[in-house]
């Protein structure tokens, strides 16, 4: 477990307190309500800025991604998210920041490029939105950018049985199992433009959804959290 570590001021790629109680939370219930699996966690490098795409089913997306990773993950969350104080205040200390959809917001492109640059952990959607039927919808713009200015590796990441579990139509969560699965960093040398890395990107992605929807039920192989 990596060093425990406090920054008010200055975000830090080690665990902090508050990161590690949140976590140890959802473990626990990730694994009570949603019997979630996670495989693939080796894919991901022990250290320096790492970007995982993947697909967006559900409001739990981000718990399940991070609940048993090794490193701290950073988020990209809708504006909306942080208007209130409190709620702001918990999500900066899950290492969340704003993002204005559909207004062009440099500052948060900026701002997931600078991280990814200082060495962190960061997770983005590149559908831009929840699923409305639970399948992978086309990307938006901007992974490409991301990927080429912050030159870091790509790891492509798939969750199935969140949608269930709590769609974006449902007010409140149900039991259902829910699997994540991490794939190996993508080999994307020879793409030089945001729509080749994009494309790339996509088919992968696409690619593992249907692999996982072969196992909805039972348990992932090999690295997986019991």
């Known amino acids: 477990m990596p060093l425990l570590t406090w920054k008010a001021d200055n975000l830090s790629t080690e665990y902090s307190l508050f990161w590690k109680y949140a976590q140890f939370i959802a473990q626990i219930l990730t694994k009570l309500l949603f019997d979630l699996k996670v495989q693939g966690r080796e894919n991901i490098p022990k250290r320096g800025g790492v970007l995982i795409v993947s697909n967006h089913q559900s409001y739990l997306d981000a718990v399940v991604l991070a609940a048993f990773l090794e490193r701290p993950v950073n988020f990209v969350g809708q504006s909306g998210l942080f208007e209130n104080p409190v709620g702001a205040w918990v999500l900066r200390r899950l290492n969340a920041f704003p993002l204005r959809q559909g ?5 948060a492109l900026k701002e997931t490029i600078r991280r990814l640059r200082e060495g962190h952990l960061l997770n983005i959607y590149p559908e831009g939105a929840r699923s409305p039927d639970g399948q992978i919808h086309a990307f938006q713009r901007g992974v490409g950018l991301i990927i080429r200015r912050a030159k870091v590796p790509v790891v492509p990441a798939v969750i199935f049985g969140a949608y269930k579990a709590w769609s ?55 690295t997986v959290v019991a």
């Open 168 to 222: 974006m139509h449902e007010p409140i969560w149900q039991m259902a199992p829910i699997r994540v699965r991490f794939g190996p960093p993508m080999n994307l040398n020879g793409l030089h433009s945001d729509e080749e890395i994009t494309a790339a990107i996509e088919r992968e992605l696409r690619r593992m959804f249907q692999e996982i929807q072969q196992i909805p039920s039972g348990p992932l192989e090999s």
């Open 103 to 107: 207004k062009g917001d440099v500052g």
